[in-house]
């Protein structure tokens, strides 16, 4: 079972950061994409970025290029995203996901969904 958690809290001024984990006690972590997505009403699921933890392959969304950090830490079975520089349209509800033996996430491929978890960004 994974589970999502909100860390430097959810609600931010443009500009600011804040950073998403996202952590279970799986067996097969170590060999799985794990990938953080969002989704505001009115729009389609967005994959923001994913890491293999298997080689630490890492990939992001062309709007958050330069401003979100994935990273992994496979001895806690844990997966975070640091998000700097926020703006207003990052606010969405964001969910981590898990892929099992796999280096890359898609879009309708993952296995196992977190919790959402709010991320608003004031104007």
């Known amino acids: 079972r994974f589970s999502c958690r909100r860390l430097g809290g959810g609600l931010v001024q443009a500009g600011g950061s804040l950073r998403l984990s996202c952590a279970t006690l799986?067996?097969?972590?170590?060999?799985?994409?794990i990938g953080w997505f969002r989704r505001v009403p009115g729009k389609e699921r967005e994959k923001v970025s994913c890491?293999?933890?298997?080689?630490?392959?890492?990939s992001y969304a062309d709007s958050v290029k330069g401003r979100f950090t994935i990273s992994s830490d496979n001895a806690k079975n844990t997966v975070n995203l640091q998000m700097n520089n926020l703006k207003p349209e990052d606010t969405a509800v964001y969910y981590c996901?898990?892929?099992?033996?796999?280096?890359?996430?898609?879009?309708?491929?993952?296995?196992?969904w977190g919790e959402g978890t709010q991320v608003t960004v004031s104007s």
């Open positions: 996901a898990v892929r099992q033996w796999a280096t890359s996430c898609l879009d309708d491929g993952m296995d196992y």
């Open positions: 799986g067996s097969t972590f170590d060999d799985s994409a």
């Open positions: 890491i293999s933890s298997r080689d630490g392959k890492t």
